[in-house]
């Protein structure tokens, strides 16, 4: 299996702020990266996709980069909406795997 | 709009089966450019993959390979929905368990899930 690192496990951040959260492959995966959004008692939300597309409906604030076996989510301008815990999930293997998870909290 | 409703029991007796349902509206089981799936979540292991079932011409199914020994994904097309069984259950398949679809667009992402359910298993 593909095994996806993130870091930080956790971070605190206040509104307005520029948040960097990374994500990191076993191997090469190319572009086959998403990253997803989860509120508490919530399903995850799809945020972005293939490493750099953004998701229908979903502010601009939010940009993924990379490729290979290193890629970022931005978010530009931290929003109380945002404290949420974010994951990465590559679908260069179809035996998909995740990310463990980072937490944005309020500062 | 796609919308998939989970249902089953909360609570399972270890080495029973879990058996959970997920009804489709909005698209259809039989869908060729889509797979359906079911992840499941929980504090030791995060959120984990554990299979689908999609139709191509035929049915197929895949399944992670922590899991491979004891489940079964079944599509029921007459009522749209697809299930998830997973055999002789431990505690260690206490789990917020999630349906979810992804469409073959090059890229393949779940776009859209399931409420999720939490089942533990205990006696």
């Known amino acids: 299996d593909i095994q996806m690192t993130q870091s930080p496990s956790s971070l605190s951040a206040s509104v307005g702020d520029r948040v960097t959260i990374t994500c990191r492959a076993s191997?090469?995966?190319?572009?086959?990266l998403n990253w997803y959004q989860q509120k508490p008692g919530k399903a995850p939300k799809l945020l972005i996709y293939?490493?750099?597309s953004l998701q229908s409906g979903v502010p601009s604030r939010f940009s993924g980069s990379g490729s290979g076996t290193d890629f970022t989510l931005t978010i530009s301008s931290l929003q109380p909406e945002d404290f949420a815990t974010y994951y990465c999930q590559q679908s260069y293997s179809t035996l998909f795997t995740f990310g463990g998870g980072t937490k944005v909290e309020i500062k | 709009q796609v919308q998939l409703q989970q249902s089953g029991p909360g609570l399972v007796k270890p080495s029973q089966t879990l058996s959970l349902t997920c009804v489709i509206s909005?698209?259809?089981?039989?869908?060729?450019?889509?797979?359906w799936n079911w992840i499941r979540q929980s504090p030791s292991r995060g959120l984990e993959w554990l299979g689908r079932?999609?139709?191509?011409?035929?049915?197929?199914?895949d399944y992670a390979v922590s899991v491979k020994s004891r489940i079964t994904i079944n599509p029921d097309t007459s009522k749209n929905h697809f299930s998830l069984q997973l055999n002789s259950v431990t505690p260690e398949d206490t789990a917020v368990y999630f349906c979810?679809?992804?469409?073959?667009?090059?890229?393949?992402?779940?776009?859209?899930w399931g409420q999720g359910t939490l089942v533990t298993v205990s006696s």
């Open positions: 079932t999609y139709y191509r011409s035929k049915w197929f199914n």
């Open positions: 979810a679809r992804y469409t073959v667009t090059g890229d393949y992402y779940f776009d859209y």
């Open positions: 909005g698209d259809s089981v039989s869908n060729t450019s889509a797979a």
């Open positions: 191997q090469t995966i190319s572009s086959y």
């Open positions: 293939g490493a750099s």
